[in-house]
């Protein structure tokens, strides 16, 4: 008589991608992964420089393009870059995504990400003019609905923000 013994071992692996909707406790709040920025648009950026001149050449219009960082309160860390819109002036809307990634307060191997920050450029072929910057805490940021920063020299940015799963 023959005796076979079969031994099956389970072990637990760590996630090191998720597909699908985020877990029901991360719904609303900013939590560790990656997220797609989607309906970004810039409204009421400066119509000129600070010394009231033309943003381009002859008069031109800026050419406004956007910088995404991430900050952990140690520095910033450039996350994403729009494509510039020719001259269009004192607003702009960026139809496609794009995706950052945030270190949340759950997550303890890293500095947790504090904010979003924005800067606004008029993008130009030598060099480009900056026109404005502004944050928004992680605290502050929705993802059921349009978020807003107010800019410091009254730009103001909104766009959506969904989570998309883990890196």
């Keep these: ?68 960082y991430t900050d952990d309160g140690s520095g910033l860390v450039l996350a994403a870059t729009t494509p510039h819109k020719e001259n269009s002036g004192t607003s702009a809307v ?16 890293g500095p947790e990400t504090q904010s979003l920050f924005f800067k606004v450029w008029d993008s130009d072929t030598a060099s480009p003019d900056f026109m404005d910057s502004g944050l928004i805490s992680t605290e502050e940021i929705c993802t059921v609905g349009t978020n807003t920063v107010n800019c410091n020299y009254g730009t103001t940015i909104t766009f959506d923000i969904e989570w998309v799963g883990m890196q």
């Design 1 to 68: 008589m023959r005796l076979r013994i079969a031994i099956l071992v389970v072990t637990a692996v760590p996630a090191l991608a998720w597909e699908g909707p985020p877990p029901p406790e991360l719904e609303g709040a900013l939590r560790t992964g990656v997220y797609e920025i989607s309906n970004l648009l810039v409204r009421n950026a400066p119509a000129t420089k600070q010394n009231g001149s033309a943003w381009d050449p002859f008069g031109g219009a800026a050419d406004i393009q956007l910088e995404i």
């Design 94 to 109: 960026w139809s496609g995504t794009f995706i950052v990634s945030i270190c949340g307060p759950e997550d303890f191997s």
